[in-house]
């Protein structure tokens, strides 16, 4: 039981590249969400899926774009990187109601860099 | 969406109780308090959480206060290994779902 997973743990880019950042988890929850942090921060919420097939914007949405590809997977994307978009990224699945856990659970981060 | 307010910094001496503070005074009848935990920048990491009585797990202890506005996390035995940032959270139900909003925390450093 791996819990949440990202990929990659890390990433420098150029400005302007594009890249997609993995989240898989096999909980079978139903929430996903993606955050970043940046440094001395709490944790900004940037896109969030309720359930499969369904995508909100968060707190912090400008610049991304996300997928919610099936109930496991949940990626962020990032058509043209910039500098600010310079972070620590974080996935997080949740329990639901009627689960014995409704508690979310975290990967590891990805760490990004934008040059 | 009820918002949390922590010290952004505590001290706690190792061996010692680590008690932990937030407010949250506008907080819904139907929301929980959830603490969380952030080691060197690792994923966070949930402790526990309650909705009005007072709640005990191997981790910690949550004591909620009676009109709900305030809670205090509670590591009995705090040890080195227990520096971290210390989120205190209220789950937003409405247009955000089943969101977490994070806050800055409370930096715990325990002290040998």
């Known amino acids: 039981n791996a819990g949440v997973t990202q990929t990659p743990k890390f990433q420098v880019l150029k400005t302007g590249q594009s890249m997609t950042l993995q989240c898989a988890q096999d909980?079978?929850?139903?929430?996903m969400y993606w955050y970043r942090q940046d440094p001395g921060m709490g944790l900004r919420l940037i896109y969030y899926?309720?359930?499969?097939?369904?995508?909100d914007k968060g707190e912090v949405p400008n610049g991304y774009n996300v997928s919610r590809l099936n109930k496991r997977e949940f990626s962020l994307r990032l058509e043209s990187a910039a500098p600010s978009q310079t972070s620590v990224y974080f996935c997080?699945?949740?329990?639901?109601?009627?689960?014995?856990?409704?508690?979310?659970?975290f990967g590891q981060g990805t760490r990004l860099t934008v040059v | 969406d009820a918002k949390t307010t922590q010290p952004p910094s505590m001290d706690c001496a190792e061996g010692r109780a680590a008690n932990l503070p937030c407010n949250h005074s506008?907080?819904?009848?139907?929301?929980?308090v959830y603490w969380y935990r952030q080691i060197h920048s690792q994923g966070p990491q949930y402790i526990i959480h309650?909705?009005?009585n007072n709640e005990t797990n191997e981790m910690a202890s949550l004591i909620i206060t009676e009109d709900r506005k305030s809670s205090t996390l509670i590591l009995p035995h705090a040890t080195l290994r227990d520096t971290a940032v210390y989120y205190c959270?209220?789950?937003?139900?409405?247009?955000?779902?089943?969101?977490?909003?994070f806050g800055p925390g409370t930096r715990l450093s325990v002290l040998p």
């Open positions: 506008t907080i819904s009848g139907n929301e929980y």
């Open positions: 997080a699945s949740r329990g639901d109601r009627g689960m014995k856990n409704t508690e979310a659970f």
């Open positions: 899926s309720a359930s499969e097939g369904t995508t």
């Open positions: 909980m079978n929850h139903n929430s």
């Open positions: 309650g909705l009005k």
């Open positions: 959270i209220v789950r937003v139900s409405g247009n955000y779902g089943q969101n977490f909003v």
